[in-house]
């Protein structure tokens, strides 16, 4: 409380310049004093407090690189959905659908592969070798499976000839040799053809025309009845995982049609897709991507097939690395993506993190179901 020096009136806590009862001039050292106790309460009011103006803590690397990946697939998402349109459109022509026998993609797929099988018997022209013992039994299987589907009464279309019935030596097949997924995974290893023999003549176009049809439909039937609750489901306790997994097979692909070897100026570097057991590499790269887009995760998969996927896709690598080629350096940052996603995904696991997703997500197994 000031007072006038004078006669020793009290002011209060208010500033005086002249004192009331004999009018004598405050000296400004009290006014200080009061301007300084006024001023006092301030901290009271938390305006000294600069905690509730920090700026938020930097966000860490793992979701810096996980909005650049974001931003990188926005365009990339663009062109491809923009060209499988285009495909889409090709395919779904009823004049084309027209000619098929119950308008069946598949089975223009698997005469494609029928016609990619026959011309390797040239010797020009680079064949499967030992994977016709596995290509031609299953696609055996799965066009009497498809012969299956599209004789049904419901299944069979307006305006089309009706597709007569499996003759009864065919029809009575254990119901295990039903599975969708026969045709699925079938599909998927053509699609793998179809990549290690990119740039390998004309009969690379035909692998191709095979793999893209029988990867539509199949891939169609596979993604369409994708159950909406599991959408996101790993995001909700860790990062999305699929994009990771994703990006790391597009690198871990591109890379093998690199140089995996060193070459001379009489012969060129064998590529990745020339390595032993590449089919095998590529074909799980596939079906690891396949299976974290559908599900959002990792999750479809038993951990252990989770293993044995990350020790595969690293002992094939290491043990077909060369320091002097460009194809296993390429290799390399795709395939630690997807060991990180696999690590990261197992983590979770054990942590406790993955119950919720075992409440939202299938059950840990190879869902092929389609």
Same mark, same amino acid.
């Given at each position: 409380m000031n007072s006038c020096s004078s006669c020793g009136h009290p002011f209060g806590d208010e500033v005086q310049y002249f004192c009331p009862e004999c009018g004598q001039e405050v000296?400004? %050292?009290? *006014?200080?004093?009061? %301007?300084?106790?006024?001023?006092?309460? @301030?901290?009271?009011? !938390?305006?000294?407090?600069?905690? &509730?103006?920090? @700026?938020?803590?930097?966000p860490s690397p793992l979701a810096r690189l996980e909005e650049l990946l974001a931003k990188v697939s926005v365009p990339v998402l663009g062109v491809a959905g923009q060209m499988g349109a285009v495909f889409r459109g090709v395919l779904d022509d009823p004049r084309l659908r027209s000619h098929l026998p119950g308008g069946s993609l598949t089975l223009l797929g698997l005469g494609?592969?029928?016609? +990619? $099988? $026959?011309?390797?018997?040239?010797? &020009?022209?680079?064949?499967? +070798?030992? !994977?016709? *013992?596995?290509?031609?039994?299953?696609?055996?299987?799965?066009?009497?499976?498809?012969?299956?589907?599209? %004789? /049904?009464? @419901?299944?069979? @279309?307006?305006?089309?000839?009706?597709?007569?019935?499996?003759? #009864?030596?065919?029809?009575?097949?254990?119901?295990?040799?039903?599975? #969708?997924?026969?045709? /699925?995974?079938?599909?998927?290893?053509?699609?793998?053809?179809?990549?290690?023999? $990119?740039?390998?003549?004309?009969? %690379?176009?035909?692998?191709?025309?095979?793999?893209?049809?029988?990867?539509y439909e199949q891939g169609w039937r596979y993604f369409a009845d994708r159950d909406e609750e599991t959408d996101g489901a790993e995001g909700s306790f860790g990062p999305r995982l699929h994009r990771w997994v994703v990006a790391g097979v597009v690198v871990c692909t591109f890379s093998l049609l690199f140089p995996w070897t060193r070459g001379t100026l009489q012969v060129p570097g064998l590529s990745g897709g020339d390595m032993p057991l590449s089919t095998y590499t590529l074909f799980t790269l596939l079906l690891l991507a396949c299976s974290a887009v559908r599900h959002r995760g990792l999750s479809a998969f038993h951990p252990l097939l989770l293993i044995l996927a990350a020790i595969w896709l690293t002992m094939?690598?290491?043990?077909?690395?060369? &320091?002097?080629?460009?194809?296993?350096?390429?290799? $390399? #940052? +795709?395939?630690?993506?997807?060991?990180?996603?696999?690590?990261?995904?197992l983590t979770l696991l054990m942590r406790g993190g993955g119950e919720n997703a075992e409440q939202q997500e299938p059950a840990p197994d190879v869902d092929l179901q389609g």
């Open positions: 000296p400004d %050292s009290q *006014l200080n004093a009061g %301007s300084a106790d006024y001023g006092a309460g @301030e901290g009271d009011y !938390g305006y000294n407090d600069d905690s &509730a103006w920090q @700026e938020p803590p930097p494609l592969v029928g016609l +990619g $099988l $026959l011309l390797s018997v040239i010797p &020009a022209v680079p064949g499967l +070798g030992w !994977g016709v *013992l596995v290509v031609l039994p299953w696609a055996a299987l799965v066009a009497v499976n498809e012969w299956r589907i599209i %004789s /049904q009464p @419901e299944a069979q @279309e307006p305006g089309m000839p009706p597709v007569r019935p499996l003759p #009864p030596s065919l029809a009575s097949l254990p119901r295990d040799t039903r599975h #969708p997924g026969i045709a /699925q995974t079938f599909a998927l290893l053509i699609c793998t053809y179809a990549v290690l023999m $990119l740039g390998l003549g004309p009969i %690379s176009l035909v692998w191709l025309l095979a793999g893209g049809v029988l990867g094939w690598f290491v043990l077909n690395m060369s &320091a002097y080629a460009f194809g296993p350096w390429f290799f $390399l #940052p +795709g395939l630690l993506a997807v060991d990180a996603a696999i690590v990261r995904h």
